[in-house]
């Protein structure tokens, strides 16, 4: 199983628990649809096509586009987003996430970061396989189903 993408040498995309990411870009990156499309698909690949939390981390995106935001905040595999940053204008890139289709928060600490995202994995994760971020287990009992013949 795959734990990490590094993609365009600009972002790192980390499975750190079943169904959490965290997605971190490196210095001065600008966010385009292309860019936030394969962040989604990544991220959902990496937690077994499964619905996830993400932990973004702002502090080095320079921009992000209109059709880039308007991918992030629409997407139905997020659950939630913490976005992690430290100071005024990482608060601004953050802002039209606060009003997404999941819950989202912005923090400048990353344990508050990580517990809020805990409390909000547990209340609205609806995985069939009991589990949560404090105690989570990895074995799936559903195996894929063989096609049936005709």
Not at 57 to 82: E, F, G, P, T
Not at 130 to 141: F, G, K, M, N, R
Request: with cysteine; proline share 5%.
């Amino acid at each position: 199983m795959i734990n990490a993408y590094t993609f365009d040498d600009r972002f790192d995309v980390i499975r750190f628990e079943r169904c959490a990411v965290s997605v971190r870009a490196k210095a001065g990156v600008s966010i385009s649809k292309a860019d936030a499309l394969m962040i989604l698909r990544r991220s959902f690949e990496l937690t077994d096509n499964r619905q996830y939390v993400v932990l973004l981390v702002v502090d080095h995106i320079m921009n992000i586009s209109a059709d880039a935001r308007h991918v992030l905040s629409s997407s139905r595999n997020i659950l939630a987003a913490a976005m992690l940053g430290s100071g005024a204008m990482d608060e601004v890139l953050a802002a039209p996430y606060l009003h997404a289709v999941y819950p989202g928060e912005y923090f400048t600490d990353e344990a508050p970061a990580l517990q809020w995202l805990s409390m909000m994995h547990d209340l609205v994760c609806a995985d069939p396989v009991p589990h949560a971020l404090s105690l989570t287990v990895d074995l799936d009992p559903f195996r894929p189903r063989k096609p049936r013949v005709a």
